[in-house]
C-alpha cells in the first residue's frame, strides 16, 4: 500500500483528554504525506494566482502562513494545553485548521456490535483546545443528534470549507465559515457519497465517492447536483484530482476494477482518467501499465504498486505524466509497502517497509526511478 490514512485517536475510557501543542513546527509521522499535498496545493495555487498577474501584495494577503514562515525563523514558545471532553464514545478524529487560526475540531463515535454507528459527537474549539463546545445542534436543527460518518474532509486550500457526511442518511453538512455555521445537503439514496475530495482552489467542485455501490460523483455546486464519474471505483483513497498546474482544468484519476473478479475476493485495478463534462468515455492513463494494486499522484509524479506472480510488490513511477517505469530501489530485500513521504520537482523520498521488518529511506533522481 502506497497510501497513508490520517491518525485517529483510539480510546477505551469514557473520558477523553488532549493535550494540545500550537506554535511547535512539526508534522506527525502518520500524516507526512497528507500534509505534503496539503501544502503542495497551496503553492500551487499561490503559483497558479501570480501567472495571472495578480499582485505579490494580494497573494501574500491571501497566504499569511506563507509570509509569516518567511519571516520567523523560529516559534518564540512551545505552549500546551489540556482539554477534558466529557465524551463516552471510545473513537476520536482531530483535526486543526492550520494557518494560525485557533479552530480545533473533534469528531467522537463509537459502533454497535454490527460495526454500524451508535453514537457521534462533534465538538469545535476556538481558543487552540483551551475549551471545547458542541456543536452538532448547528448541523440541523431537526435532529439534535446526527450521526455522522466516522470521518469528514477539508478543502486543501480553504481552511473555512469542511464536509460532515451523515452516517445513515443521504445528507451532509458543510460550513464555509470553519464551523461558525453549517447548510445541509440532501441529495438521493443513490448518490450518497461518504468519501469526499476537494478540487485545489475551487471549493465548489468536490469529488464524491458512494463507499456502498464504489460509484464516483463529482459537483460543481458544492454539493446542491451531482454528475455520474463512473462505476466500480476501488475504494475510497483510489480516486485524485489531477494536478490544477500540470493536468487539464478538473482531470480526474482514479482506479477501476471488474465486478467479476471482486466477487472472487481477489482483484487488481486499472488506472483510468476523465475529464468534464464527464460524459465521454473514460481514458487507461497507460495500458502498459495495467493491473495494479494502489496508485498515488503527488505533483508531477503518478506511484503506482503491482505484484509479481510470486505475491512480491514492487514501485512504478511515472514523471511529468510519460508512461510508468519500474523504480530501481537499491536493495537485495524483498518490499511490503511504500510511503511517499516528501516530494518536490527534483526528486521524492520514499520509504520501503521491508519483509525482514526494516523501513529504509531512498531518495530518487528527478524522473522519481
Known sequence: DILIYPAMLSVGVAVISLTLLHQAYALQPLK???????LQYASLKYQAQAKKGISFSDIKAQFPSIEHARTTRQASSINSTTAVLSDTNLYGLIHYSGDYSQVIFVLTWRTNTNTSIASTNLYRSVNYGASFTNIESLLDRTDANPLLWPFFYTSPTNKNFLAFPHATQSQMYI?????????????????N?????????????????????????????????????????????????????????????????????????????????????????????????????????????????QTDSTGNPFLKVSYNRM?????????????????????NN????????????????????????
Do not use: C
Open 32 to 38: 507526512a504525506t497528507w500534509l505534503e499535498r496539503d
Open 175 to 191: 460550513t464555509k465559515d470553519e464551523g461558525q455555521t453549517f447548510t445541509k445537503v440532501t441529495f438521493s439514496q443513490t448518490i
Open 193 to 305: 457519497p461518504q468519501s469526499l475530495q476537494w478540487y485545489p482552489g475551487e471549493d465548489n467542485w468536490i469529488l464524491g465517492l458512494n463507499t456502498q455501490s464504489d460509484v464516483l460523483y463529482v459537483t460543481q455546486d458544492t454539493g446542491t447536483s451531482w454528475t455520474l464519474v463512473d462505476r466500480y471505483v476501488d475504494n475510497i483513497t483510489d480516486f485524485q484530482w489531477g494536478d490544477p498546474i500540470i493536468d487539464p482544468a478538473h482531470i480526474v484519476y482514479y482506479n477501476v476494477y471488474n465486478p467479476t473478479d471482486k466477487n472472487r475476493g481477489n482483484y487488481t485495478v486499472h488506472l483510468y482518467t476523465k475529464q468534464p463534462p464527464f460524459t465521454n468515455p473514460a481514458q487507461e492513463f497507460d495500458p502498459n501499465l495495467g493491473r495494479h494494486d494502489d496508485f498515488l499522484l503527488l505533483g508531477r509524479y503518478i506511484f503506482a504498486q
Open 323 to 343: 508512461p510508468f517505469q519500474r523504480a530501481r530501489i537499491p536493495s537485495t530485500f524483498g518490499h511490503m509497502n511504500y510511503i511517499v513521504s516528501h516530494i
Open 346 to 369: 527534483l526528486q521524492a523520498l520514499v520509504i520501503v517497509q521491508h519483509v525482514q521488518g526494516q523501513f529504509n529511506l531512498y531518495l530518487s533522481d528527478s524522473s522519481g526511478v
